[in-house]
């Protein structure tokens, strides 16, 4: 067996330890009483900077203003063990706005595109948000400029009718950071909402032509369900205090604040980086505001499946 530190993505302890009982149980052995693991162990989403993902947005927008939007980090882990024990199935919690088929259905792409990327797949299969659970958010409105809430309005609306995906708004909050979908005793009954943000702190980022503003940061949390099925149930995304101080009051500084929103949501839901200078989700774009046919292409298949678990 390799060393602890080299395994595979297992469930860990908060401070990073694999439990004795996960080695016993990944290599058959028995495993003593398992009724103390009946309420989920959370692992926070790693920050890790190597692998942060940034998005370059053009100047013309903002003058001599060059800036950037980092994209997703790795998206936290946890493992459901709920009234499991070995050998037992894992399921979602059934929240009560639980359907039994998918509450949207992607509009049509005109013309599709391969040139997309998942943020991360289990064998060839993307992970994703079940589309038959709304993804449910709320807003900490720190930090957001007038009229900020409209553009807001118009990113969510928009990934949602690219992707099926019904988005809820369950109002705002004082939250600032969402590292686990167990949280707040939404545990029962539904994951933690996706945390929305407007006041993340300022950053820079060293790039090759020189030093980058950070505007955004998104990432979705996942869960396991134990039958090698994973899903996306809680994250978080937001703004810097840089991307939040443009002006949605004037035309160009709104559309670069929706395309950063568009951006990270897209993160969010699913969507990793991708070569192609004419897609959204490329880390290096000039001018686009919107998505194009490789994004809408991606969001449409990571919004179109069976019910999970099916």
Excluded: K
């Excluded at 399921?91 to 990327?117: F, H, I, K, N, Y």
């Excluded at 118009?154 to 939250?175: H, K």
């Excluded at 369900?225 to 149930?233: D, K, L, M, Q, S």
Aim: hydrophobic residues 40%; aromatic residues 4%; proline residues 12%.
């Amino acid at each position: 067996m390799p060393p602890r530190d080299q395994l595979p993505d297992v469930p860990r302890s908060p401070t990073g330890r694999v439990p004795q009982w996960v080695l016993d149980e990944a290599t058959g052995r028995p495993v003593g009483d398992t009724r103390w693991r009946g309420q989920p162990l959370s692992v926070p989403a790693p920050r890790r900077r190597g692998h942060r993902r940034r998005l370059v947005v053009g100047g013309a927008l903002l003058g001599a203003a060059v800036l950037v939007a980092v994209g997703a980090g790795l998206p936290g882990d946890l493992t459901s063990t709920a009234g499991a024990g070995p050998g037992t199935g894992r399921a979602l919690p059934v929240a009560p706005d639980q359907a039994p088929a998918p509450l949207g259905t992607p509009e049509p792409v005109a013309v599709t595109s391969d040139r997309w990327e998942p943020l991360e797949s289990v064998g060839d299969q993307p992970v994703r948000w079940d589309p038959c659970r709304p993804v449910h958010f709320v807003v900490n409105p720190a930090g957001m400029p007038a009229g900020g809430r409209a553009v807001l309005d118009a990113a969510i609306a928009r990934v949602s009718r690219a992707s099926g995906l019904r988005f809820v708004d369950d109002g705002e909050t004082d939250d600032t950071e969402r590292t686990s979908p167990v949280e707040d005793g939404w545990f029962r009954s539904r994951w933690a909402p996706v945390l929305v943000r407007w006041d993340l702190p300022a950053e820079r980022s060293e790039e090759p032509e020189g030093e980058r503003r950070v505007l955004g940061e998104a990432g979705p949390l996942r869960i396991s369900t134990g039958a090698g099925r994973v899903a996306y149930v809680s994250g978080q995304v937001g703004l810097t205090v840089d991307a939040a101080s443009l002006d949605p009051a004037d035309p160009p500084q709104a559309a670069l604040m929706r395309a950063v929103w568009l951006h990270e949501f897209a993160h969010l839901v699913g969507l990793g980086h991708v070569e192609d200078p004419t897609q959204l989700m490329n880390p290096s774009i000039q001018g686009l505001t919107d998505y194009a046919p490789g994004d809408l292409t991606g969001l449409a298949a990571l919004g179109t499946g069976p019910c999970l678990p099916d």
